[in-house]
């Protein structure tokens, strides 16, 4: 089994390649971390 998770962290709006790292979910500037975990069966 995979289990995996997405967090949202706000961050001070880039002065280049803004629209990369726009949410607009959350209407800011955001850096997205992606974390997974393989369970033992």
């Not at 089994?1 to 390649?17: A, C, L, N, T, W």
């Not at 726009?22 to 992606?34: A, F, I, N, P, W």
Request: hydrophobic share 25%.
């Amino acid at each position: 089994m995979v289990v995996m998770d997405v967090m949202e962290s706000q961050i001070e709006r880039p002065k280049k390649r803004q629209k990369q790292f726009y949410s607009g979910k959350q209407r800011e500037h955001t850096l997205k971390t992606v974390g997974s975990n393989l369970g033992h069966q």
